[in-house]
């Protein structure tokens, strides 16, 4: 099985989603989705080992409006690439700076916080999904800042929506730990971020019970990820052909 890590100089948190078992045989396609930090420092050679090697053909950005204002895209910005800005907010009226998505960074209940993303960002998930579901827009990476939690949350959407277990998707959220130090010193260096806390604090925390309560919650309240796909306004349709995109 391909290393699901993938290095560069200046992004610090890139993995593929291919490689996690499926529910009833199978699992997840490698160089399909890639999920990561924040782009903004990409070197050129980054930048070509995302374009030529990974074949990267669209950005999924989860950022808030004042971050991509304040931070930007660096070099991506002038690749031929499709960037499609799809915030993961609390809700669709509020929340549009990086400081009210946890106004103290030291104490936040993450699984909280990750139900109100979830509850604030329909919309844009569901286009997130209608952009993976379409092969020629692939291969498609999606960010937000440290790649942690508005991305964990779309991450958990898609592997829960096509089968991945439970466990298999905490694992995954949990993989963050490995590289969390180098996201931490790279944002705390950027003006939307300064003043992080250390690393498995707050913010910053990694556990792995964090996405299992997100996912029990998500069981609870809305039957799962393919069930609230639908209600948000997915059809069956387009959720069979996630599973196409995602799943060998």
Known sequence: MPNRWIDFAQIDNV???GGLP???GGSTRFGVVLRSSTLQQATCEDLSQLVERLGLRTVIDLRLPDEVEREGYGLIADAELTIANLPIRKSPQSSLAARDLVPDKTRVDLTELYGQLLAGSGEHIVAAVRLIIDPGKHAILFHCAAGKDRTGVLAAVLLDAVGVPAESIAY?????NERIQKVRDRLDALPSYEGLPQTNTGI?????EVMTRFLAN???EHGGAAKWLLAQGLSESELSRL??????
Do not use: F, N, S
């Open 204 to 208: 910053l925390a990694v556990a792995p």
């Open 218 to 220: 998500l069981y609870a």
């Open 243 to 248: 599973r196409e995109a995602l799943v060998a």
């Open 15 to 17: 993995r593929d989603l």
């Open 172 to 176: 995954d959220y949990a993989l963050t």
């Open 22 to 24: 499926v529910t009833g």
